[in-house]
């Protein structure tokens, strides 16, 4: 049995992990974490949990946790989860961390994201956690950087064709779209009812924080420098994600031999769902699944492919590729815990 504990699980990620990790046949809940509802119990602050457990929010004290728990999941803000991953490591927990905080190998493009990195040196340490992708990696790691939501429904479709040489690494451009969730918990305007209901609008156009997230794990994997075009929007929706991606094909790339490269490398996969020709991913179609649908339009004319993903953002964007990583580290079936569908938020 892993015992697991997770800090920062009264967030939308957190309490998605608390569900998870509650019904997961190999794990057992140790531990839960919150600053802002130290004390109160996990039915008080989400009532959906009433009948769960009797699980307590308290402060995250390292030191209490130290040979009690297997592995931390870090639910939270980005530049949180460094004060406290070298003494975890230290003290023999696994980590995985579903920040920024340790998604990069190149310090300085983190900090010119996000802010100061506080442990550069653990970024070497760290895999990413694409669990489909760096699998093997993951295996033999003890710190996890998981991915972000955006960069989870991008890369997944465009990494083996990228890989394979399909496609070319300039020009590709992604419109993608998430439900409120994916702005977390804490109070924002946008993500206010009145104005997000009956609404659609891109946001951070340019700017966004996934973009080199993005473009440095597709720069690693064409062995070149990559810089996609990528424009978020906020659909009005508690949850889920579709990316439509455009792509120049390569001399030589067809729609068959796109599909059969989708297919041999995730042909094995339980989560990778690759279409049939002329059906495309719906977020209805994969909201409560750790699943990511991918599906693909190949114009013979312009050589321009249309590459569409869905997932839902708080499962396969995040909480559920966690587990996913989880099962990896300790040996267990990937599925483990995730192959039922989950309940609303």
Known sequence: MINVGIAGASG?????????????????????????????????VFPSMRGCGNLIY????????????????????????????????????KVIDLSADYRFTDGTIYESAYQEHTSKHLLARSVYGLSEIYRDQIKSADLVGNPGCYPTSILLPLLPLLKEGLIRPDGIISDSKSGVSGA??????TAHF??????????????????????????????Q???????????????GMLSTIYVQATDGSTEDNIRKTLSAYYGNDCFIRILDRNRYPAIS????????????????????????????????????????NMN??????????????????
């Open 12 to 44: 939308y990620t957190g309490v998605e992990l608390v569900k998870l990790i509650s019904n997961h046949p190999k794990a057992k809940l140790y531990t839960i974490t919150s600053n802002s509802y130290n004390g109160k119990s996990l039915a008080d």
């Open 58 to 93: 308290e402060r995250l004290d390292i030191q209490s946790l130290s040979r009690k728990i297997d592995v931390l999941f870090l639910a939270l803000p980005h530049h949180i989860s460094m004060k406290y991953v070298p003494d975890l490591l230290d003290r023999k927990i």
């Open 184 to 189: 977390g918990r804490s109070l924002s305007l």
């Open 194 to 223: 009145c104005e997000a209901n009956e609404s659609f609008t891109a946001y951070k156009v340019g700017n966004h924080r996934h973009t080199p997230e993005i473009n440095e794990i597709l720069s690693i994997h064409s062995r």
């Open 225 to 239: 420098n990559v810089s996609i075009t990528f424009v978020p929007h906020l659909l009005p929706l508690t949850r």
């Open 285 to 324: 179609h994969v909201k409560g699944t750790n699943c990511c649908d991918i599906g693909f339009h190949f114009d013979e004319t312009t050589k321009k492919i249309i590459i569409i993903s869905a997932i839902d953002n708080l499962l396969k964007g995040a909480a559920g590729q966690a587990v996913q």
């Open 328 to 345: 990896i580290l300790f040996g267990l079936k990937e599925k483990t815990g995730l192959n039922s569908f989950h309940g609303p938020l």
